[in-house]
T-cell receptor
Framework: GQQVMQIPQYQHVQEGEDFTTYCNSS?????IQWYKQRPGGHPVFLIQ?????EVKKQKRLTFQFGEAKKNSSLHITATQTTDVGTYFC?????????FGTGTRLLVSP | NAGVTQTPKFQVLKTGQSMTLQCAQD?????MYWYRQDPGMGLRLIYY???????DKGEVPNGYNVSRLNKREFSLRLESAAPSQTSVYFC???????????FGAGTRLSVL
């Protein structure tokens, strides 16, 4: 079964509000990747974090990798309607990439 | 440069029918993967091929077979389709296993 859990499963925000999704693993990960899937589309790679405590930014998106390398978060500041989609984390454990369950984001104008 | 190409895009089968989903990548990647995506279940790995000439089972291999035809192509076969195999199927490739994965557009399969 899934060994990488994401919360929340679903979130609906008003445009301009912030959004955060969390990714948790029971075991240490070598690295964490984040993907975005637009409605009706396919997952597209966003970023990879490798170091403990690493923080990376892409415009309004901030990605963090936990100190223990067991959790990660994606924060979107001031959401826009173009942010709609499902966000997946994927962690590498024991040389295998395991996808999280995903967080579906809906943004109302 | 098309990336990862999947065919067909849509398919409707009757229970018991067989079919093969095709996947080809033009990025000279070594590793290829087949996932299924069901509502609320995320992406579940069916089979993967870490390198040309090798294939391995993933999380949900029952009812499927795969063939790594060459470095570019990785096909997924349903020998006797069941309604439980109604899903969206994604093929992906990466330079090595594990690495950043690049996905195809998906095949939407309905089994009646």
């Amino acid at each position: 079964g899934q060994q990488v859990m994401q919360i929340p499963q679903y979130q609906h925000v008003q445009e301009g509000e912030d959004f955060t999704t969390y990714c948790n693993s029971s075991t240490t990960l070598s690295n964490i990747q984040w993907y975005k899937q637009r409605p009706g589309g396919h997952p597209v790679f966003l970023i990879q974090l490798v170091k403990s405590g690493e923080v990376k930014k892409q415009k309004r998106l901030t990605f963090q990798f936990g100190e223990a390398k067991k959790n990660s978060s994606l924060h979107i500041t001031a959401t826009q309607t173009t942010d709609v989609g499902t966000y997946f984390c994927a962690g590498t454990r024991f040389q295998k990439l395991v996808f999280g369950t995903g967080t579906r984001l809906l943004v109302s104008p | 440069n098309a990336g990862v190409t999947q065919t067909p895009k849509f398919q409707v089968l009757k229970t018991g029918q067989s079919m093969t989903l095709q996947c080809a990548q033009d990025m000279n990647h070594n590793s290829m993967y087949w996932y299924r995506q069901d509502p609320g279940m995320g992406l579940r790995l069916i089979y993967y091929s870490a390198s040309e000439g090798t294939t391995d089972k993933g999380e949900v291999p029952n009812g499927y077979n795969v063939s790594r035809l060459n470095k570019r192509e990785f096909s997924l076969r349903l020998e006797s389709a069941a309604p439980s195999q109604t899903s969206v199927y994604f093929c992906a490739s990466s330079d090595w296993d594990p690495d950043i994965q690049y996905f195809g557009a998906g095949t939407r399969l309905s089994v009646l």
